[in-house]
């Protein structure tokens, strides 16, 4: 019966990866495959938010689409977390919800700002300063994060799309498989490491630099969850780090390296 379980959450992660950011990191091998072939990569650039369509409520339509779609898998995986109680969980009323398990709610907001601005703050400036040595030593591409045309809803989807992005990874790369690997038998350090391992895959599309600087974010965020058991303050700083490089980048055309 342990047997059959355990081979059931292994082919659910399976399902969830290949739809979402397990495809994305072997896309992301293969993107940077491609990009090394063609010119040192240096010479590369990586855009994280282009524009879909000329015609401007086209490419805003495509936009807010892309962001929707894009959380279809996180609605699975607390779906997923939901079929089945956790005799290891401790709470009122509360072990049946996906949601309560993984930290993903409204409980703290206070301390889950606080720990999600010091968290943003820890790991912004070494990843600017990564993304300037990995561009200086010639294995970082030029990152765009913004290439969308200047319309009245560019800064709200550049907003939208950085929470995508944080609600996506932390849920998924941290807060499920760690769940999961977990129900595997392996150790926490096991876990955290193959989590920012992953993390790091799904950005080679931009370089070694960014794999590097990602996979140490994912060490210091599986840390930080497996003390907390709250995705949420890992949320708050992903979508805060994205939100500034997005945004900032929109506004001020600087090239900040961060995705």
């Given at each position: ?125 070494p990843s600017l ?46 807060g499920y498989l ?82």
């Amino acid at each position: 019966m342990l047997v059959a379980s355990t081979r059931r959450l292994r082919a659910e992660v399976l399902i969830v990866l290949g739809l979402s950011l397990g495809q994305s990191a072997v896309y992301s091998v293969v993107q940077l495959l491609d990009k090394m072939s063609r010119a040192p990569l240096a010479q590369g650039t990586s855009t994280l938010n282009a524009s879909r369509n000329t015609r401007e409520y086209f490419d805003l339509t495509y936009q807010l689409l892309d962001i929707i779609f894009a959380l279809v898998p996180v609605v699975l995986v607390f779906y997923f977390l939901s079929l089945h109680r956790d005799p290891s969980f401790r709470g009122p009323s509360e072990s049946e919800s996906g949601f309560q398990r993984l930290g993903f709610t409204l409980a703290r907001p206070r301390r889950d700002l606080l720990q999600g601005l010091g968290l943003a703050a820890l790991i912004g400036i070494p990843s600017l300063a990564l993304y300037a040595a990995g561009r200086a030593m010639g294995i970082t591409t030029a990152i765009i994060p913004s290439a969308l045309d200047a319309y009245w809803w560019t800064v709200p989807v550049l907003i939208l799309s950085a929470v995508r992005h944080a609600i996506v990874e932390e849920v998924i790369v941290v807060g499920y498989l760690l769940d999961r690997f977990g129900k595997f038998g392996w150790s926490t350090p096991l876990a955290i490491g193959l989590s920012a391992l992953l993390r790091g895959s799904y950005h080679l599309y931009q370089g070694f630099g960014p794999f590097i600087g990602n996979a140490v974010m994912g060490l210091v965020f599986g840390w930080v969850y497996s003390r907390t058991r709250r995705v949420m303050p890992l949320v708050v700083a992903h979508a805060l780090l994205d939100i500034v490089a997005f945004v900032g980048f929109s506004l001020f055309g600087k090239a900040v390296g961060l995705g």
